[in-house]
């Protein structure tokens, strides 16, 4: 599997046109691969000042084009690209790691649920979720959340960050390769450990 990242350049219309249209957003980010992937997560983050397209996939993927149309010009290698299997293998159990997770906790509604109306609630959906996903919360350094209509259902996005300890390795490597939450095909459900990010700090 290969963890990428792809810088870009929030002046453009076409980058703005793909930051809010989660179904765009997908389309873009399917084009990256010679062929269909159903094992493909990815999600938006702000980084050392900058904004990343963040991918996990099983194929390499190809960004030249993607790069022409939101990407930086002539700046700097507007891409990364790494092998995850590096990343899995120095996983360990019962230590601290700092994460990030772009999620979605509820499936989609035709309404507007009357629960998860709070951060609070997001806290504890997280906390009783890591028994499922292999690991434990030690702590929370924030929480953001958003609705969102896509073809007329309700989507919950939150963005949390904070403190992990990985308590089953094979759920917990399934969680980091197979996403965690709903709506994986729309941006959400990918989570990252401190170390996949220290290569790029």
């Excluded at 990428?4 to 453009?12: K, N, P, Q, V, Y």
């Excluded at 691969?33 to 900058?50: E, H, K, Q, T, V």
């Excluded at 194929?59 to 002539?74: M, T, W």
Aim: net charge negative; hydrophobic share 40%.
């Amino acid at each position: 599997m290969f963890l990428s990242r792809m810088c870009l350049d929030i002046t453009l219309a076409e980058t703005k046109k793909f930051i809010h249209f989660q179904s765009y957003a997908q389309q873009q980010v399917n084009s990256l691969f010679a062929s269909a992937i159903d094992s493909l997560l990815w999600r938006i983050d702000f980084l050392n000042g900058r904004l990343w397209l963040v991918i996990l996939s099983p194929l390499r993927p190809d960004y030249q084009k993607l790069h022409e149309k939101i990407g930086f010009q002539g700046v700097f290698p507007s891409w990364d690209i790494m092998d995850y299997s590096d990343i899995l293998d120095n996983i360990q159990l019962h230590t601290d790691y700092s994460f990030e997770v772009c999620v979605s906790p509820l499936p989609p509604s035709v309404v507007r649920h009357s629960d998860f109306q709070h951060i609070s609630d997001i806290h504890d959906w997280f906390m009783k979720s890591g028994e499922t996903y292999g690991f434990d919360v030690e702590s929370f350094t924030s929480i953001v959340s958003n609705w969102h209509v896509i073809n007329g259902q309700y989507i919950l996005f939150a963005k949390i960050h904070g403190v992990l300890q990985p308590t089953d390795e094979t759920l917990f490597h399934q969680s980091l390769t197979s996403g965690i939450g709903y709506v994986k095909t729309l941006g959400a459900g990918l989570m990252t450990v401190r170390d996949q990010y220290s290569v790029w700090q």
